[in-house]
């Protein structure tokens, strides 16, 4: 059974930073791609970064550019998420997810959209306050 545990949040100032953690397991796929999102209250869940476990290209919205770091570590099966110079409007619920399709089949113009994604966390509160 393929599990996400996400882990790390919590509440922050602005302009300090957060790292957070998401423990893969359960799963032998060979190419796959992790993702973050967020899903601030009454807002739609935002993609933010993506890794891809073949070749560790990464991706990010343009509203963290410059800002988060995605990385892994495959010997852990760990994705991490390093958030700097964090803002109150980056505070919200943050998922990693899964998509577990090789490329072709993946397509990495498709990595911020969240029904692509089979595999999710239960999430982590990531607050800021101003």
């Known amino acids: 059974e393929v599990q996400l545990v996400e882990s790390g949040g919590g509440l922050v100032q602005a302009g300090e930073a957060l790292r957070l953690s998401c423990a893969a397991s359960g799963f032998s796929f060979d190419d796959y791609a992790i993702a973050w999102f967020r899903q601030a209250p009454g807002k739609e869940r935002e993609g933010v970064a993506c890794i891809s476990s073949s070749d560790g290209s990464s991706y990010y919205a343009d509203s963290v550019k410059g800002r988060f770091t995605i990385s892994s570590d495959n010997a852990k099966s760990t994705v991490y998420l390093q958030m700097n110079s964090l803002k109150p409007e980056d505070t919200a619920v943050y998922y990693c997810?899964?998509?577990?399709?090789?490329?072709?089949?993946?397509?990495?113009?498709?990595?911020?959209?969240?029904?692509?994604?089979?595999?999710w966390g239960q999430g982590t509160q990531v607050t800021v306050s101003s």
């Open positions: 997810a899964l998509d577990w399709r090789p490329r072709p089949r993946r397509s990495s113009s498709k990595w911020n959209l969240w029904y692509e994604y089979r595999y």
